[in-house]
C-alpha cells in the first residue's frame, strides 16, 4: 500500500528565504510523485512530477524536488521565497502501474506562510 | 490544455434537498474522473473513481446511495449529494485523467456545498 507523509503542518519562511517541504513515501511498487498547491478556495495546480527519468525534477514557480529512492524522499524547494508562495502544499504518490487506477494518494498538506 | 471546471463553484441547501454537482473537461476527454471531499485544513479525501460508461468505484466508508455519481461521457461526470445533511457541507473537487497511461490528474477549482 502507497502512504505519504508530509513532515510538518506547517512552514513559516521570511520572504527571500529558502523554502524547504518534506515529503517521504512509502510505496510497494515504484511511484509517481507530485506536488500540488491549492490557494484559498481553489482547486489543486500541479507544481511538477516525478516520473521515473530525471531524479531532480524542476517544476513552475521556481520550485524543483529530488526524488531519492534510499531515503524514499521528494522533498520540495525553492531557493528564494516569494509573498505569492504563501498557500498549503500537497505531496502524492501514484503506483507506477497503470491498471491500479491512477489513484492519487495524498500527503496531510503544508501550510506554508511567507513573512515580509 | 487540460482545464477542469465545476458548476456550481457555491451551492447552498436547505436539509433534505438534493444538489447536483458537474464536472468538465473542456479540451480533452478524460477516461477517469475521481471526486474528492476536503474540510477544511484537511487534506482531500477520495471519494470514488468514475469511468465513463460504467459504474463509479467508491471508497471505503463512502455511502453510494447518498453521493451518486454518473459519468455519462467522456467530458462530464456529475456528483449529486442527495438527501443532503449539514454534516455533508465540504469543499467538493473533482479531477480528471487524460488516458490510462497518464498518471497526472487535472484538478477542478471545487464545489463550496453548505447544507443549512
Known amino acids: 500500500a502507497q502512504s505519504v507523509t508530509q513532515l510538518g503542518s506547517h512552514v513559516s519562511v521570511s520572504e527571500g528565504a529558502l523554502v524547504l517541504l518534506r515529503c517521504n513515501y512509502s510505496?510497494?511498487?515504484?511511484?509517481?510523485l507530485f506536488w500540488y498547491v491549492q490557494y484559498p478556495n481553489q482547486g489543486l495546480q500541479l507544481l511538477l512530477k516525478y516520473t521515473s527519468a530525471a531524479t531532480l525534477v524542476k517544476g513552475i514557480n521556481g520550485f524543483e524536488a529530488e526524488f531519492k529512492k534510499s531515503e524514499t524522499s521528494f522533498h520540495l524547494t525553492k531557493p528564494s521565497a516569494h509573498m505569492s508562495d504563501a498557500a498549503e502544499y500537497f505531496c502524492a504518490v501514484s503506483p507506477m502501474i497503470y491498471n491500479q487506477g491512477g489513484k492519487l494518494i495524498f500527503g496531510q498538506g503544508t501550510e506554508l506562510s511567507v513573512k515580509p | 490544455g487540460a482545464v477542469v471546471s465545476q458548476h456550481p463553484s457555491r451551492v447552498i441547501c436547505k436539509s433534505g434537498t438534493s444538489v447536483k454537482i458537474e464536472c468538465r473537461s473542456l479540451?480533452?476527454?478524460?477516461?477517469?474522473m475521481f471526486w474528492y471531499r476536503q474540510f477544511p485544513k484537511k487534506s482531500l479525501m477520495l471519494m470514488a473513481t468514475s469511468n465513463e460508461g460504467s459504474k463509479a468505484t467508491y471508497e471505503q466508508g463512502v455511502e453510494k446511495d447518498k453521493f451518486l455519481i454518473n459519468h455519462a461521457s467522456l467530458t462530464l461526470s456529475t456528483l449529486t449529494v442527495t438527501s443532503a445533511h449539514p454534516e455533508d457541507s465540504s469543499f467538493y473537487i473533482c479531477?480528471?485523467?487524460?488516458?490510462?497511461?497518464?498518471?497526472?490528474?487535472?484538478f477542478g477549482p471545487g464545489t463550496r456545498l453548505t447544507v443549512t
Open positions: 479540451d480533452f476527454q478524460a477516461t477517469t
Open positions: 510505496s510497494s511498487v515504484p511511484p509517481y
Open positions: 479531477s480528471a485523467r487524460r488516458d490510462l497511461r497518464d498518471h497526472e490528474q487535472y
